[in-house]
């Protein structure tokens, strides 16, 4: 059983008199470990997409499975369980508190559930991503592609089956974003996380092993990539 699946899902909006179509009759799945990307233009209805993916948002019509659970009957309470128990978010301005540590920041997520050693478990997972010197840092005493290590490591700290990255390098240097893409990849292939990308570089794309390109809230075409993910120059030098 996959662990994503979209069957015949579309997301409307109404603004004013008109009604907008993000999302048409989008079929999906994605399977446990797998790395993907999700790309496509300004518009294109990816963001939407993956607000849906995360249950930051409900389809208004068809059905998701995250996992063998109809999201669609969920209530706000049971959405909110999903999202902390079950997906780590990562996002393009890294969304960390500035008057607290790194270490804090990353225990935050533990704040609305039933974590215990809380401490303990940030600790650890600052140090999975290289910032086991940097704990007691604030956001403006570290890079940015630091603090974005921070954020995947709040990402991680419950323990997600998902992680969810939006244009996670979009505010980085290429070899820092580099550097990011690797921490998803070592994710991904050694730990077993399932990892989707939501991206309008190419270059970011080419890290996962299958490309979902959508255009006009459509599923436009899909890449299959065989084997390990090989990046391109861009971002492999």
Do not use: W
């Amino acid at each position: 059983m996959p662990l994503i699946e979209l069957t015949n899902v579309a997301k409307t909006y109404r603004m004013g008199d008109t009604t907008v179509h993000a999302l048409r009759d989008v079929s999906l799945t994605i399977d446990e470990g797998e790395m993907a990307a999700i790309m496509g233009p300004s518009g294109s209805g990816k963001s939407t997409l993956m607000n849906i993916l995360g249950c930051l948002d409900q389809a208004s019509s068809g059905r998701y499975i995250l996992d063998g659970v109809a999201i669609g009957k969920l209530n706000d309470d049971q959405l909110a369980t999903i999202r902390n128990s079950k997906i780590g978010f990562v996002f393009q301005q890294y969304m960390l508190l500035q008057r607290t540590t790194a270490l804090r920041n990353v225990e935050l997520p533990m704040l609305y559930g039933k974590g215990h050693d809380r401490t303990a478990r940030a600790r650890a997972a600052l140090e999975a991503v290289g910032m086991g010197d940097r704990l007691h840092h604030r956001p403006n005493e570290l890079s940015g592609g630091q603090q974005q290590r921070v954020a995947i490591a709040r990402a991680l700290v419950n323990n997600p089956r998902i992680v969810l990255a939006d244009e996670p390098t979009g505010a980085l240097d290429t070899r820092t974003g580099a550097e990011i893409m690797g921490i998803f990849q070592r994710l991904n292939h050694e730990q077993g996380i399932t990892v989707i990308l939501v991206t309008h570089e190419p270059a970011i794309a080419d890290y996962a092993r299958r490309i979902i390109h959508v255009r006009d809230g459509l599923i436009d075409r899909t890449e299959q990539r065989n084997g390990a993910a090989i990046p391109s120059a861009e971002y492999a030098r």
